[in-house]
């Protein structure tokens, strides 16, 4: 993730696979997810517009969940529950 709000995949030689921009800071750390019971999988990431984004692996958004906070943390899934912290100090599942 980039502060200028791009995240990129690339592979084991640095070239580029794919790339999503959401025009907003991705400070925290990006995680990967799989869904409990299902073959979805894919990455999760918070950002400066108050967003927590899901997306598959191949890049296209699955989700996107808004907050009332800017988020720098870096969110985890856990038994398909999504934990982060926000900006305003408060950890959310």
Known sequence: GTE??????LDHEGK???RNTINASIRGGINTFNV?????TGIIF??????????SA???TLRKIQNNAE?????IVHQNNIIFGDNNGTIKS
């Open 4 to 9: 200028y709000g791009t995240i990129y995949a």
């Open 16 to 18: 580029e696979i794919w």
């Open 36 to 40: 409990v019971g299902d073959t979805k």
């Open 46 to 55: 918070g950002s400066n517009n108050k967003n927590i984004y899901l997306l």
């Open 58 to 60: 191949q890049g296209k």
């Open 71 to 75: 988020i720098e943390s870096t969110p």
